[in-house]
């Protein structure tokens, strides 16, 4: 059973460009959720997604946005590139109603912005 | 506002010196207190979930509590195999996360 798997691994983009990453949640989970972390923090809450919809959605601008598809993965696209974008993104996948659901993270996204 | 906060910034400890990590919470609506393990530049893996004040969950050296205010995860005779970040998170939904406890442990 796989788990919870993130491409790329590592990506390098310069200011202002564009930049797609991607999840694939965990067999038998629906609901993805992308966290940012930079070095040093713990994640940050981006947003959710369940059944193609945006659930709920933390504190980062709309730069930042996401897709959900029919087979439950899920896209984080960030646009307009800042170097403060530069961390690790990290998916995370349960199922909703979670309060008796494990979730699990992906081994991330590094992006480096120069 | 939801908080977290995780007591030590950092941990040194000899190989078989146990302890314990504190972790700390302001919060309405608790759906569950997760604890996670992170290497570097890897992904949290899982540790444990708790849901109720009382309730200890253990894992091989950890051992994880829950008050009402607070969590603890205990480690007893580490290894230094256990080095890691360890990080807490409450479920409102989501997860709010501490900045983690850095766990060092020298043979």
Redesign the interface.
Known sequence: DAG?T?SPTHLIKTRGQQVTLRCSPKSGHDTV?W?QQAL??????IF?YYEEEER?R?NFPDRFSGHQFPNYSSELNVNALLLGDSA?Y?C?SSTIG??GN???????S?LTVV | EDQ?TQSPEALRLQEGESSSLNCSYTVSGL??L?W?RQDP??????LF?L?SAGEEKEKERLKATLTKKESFLHITAPKPEDSATY?C?V?T????????TRLQVFP
Not at chain 1, 40 to 45: D, M, N, T
């Open positions: 919870v993130q959720s966290y040093g923090q713990g994640p940050q809450f959710q709920q933390g690790l990290l995370a979670g309060s494990t979730i699990y993270f992906g081994e991330g590094w | 977290v759906r569950g997760f996670y530049g890897k992904g949290p893996e899982f979930t849901y990080l998170a479920n939904d989501k997860l709010i996360f501490g900045t983690g």
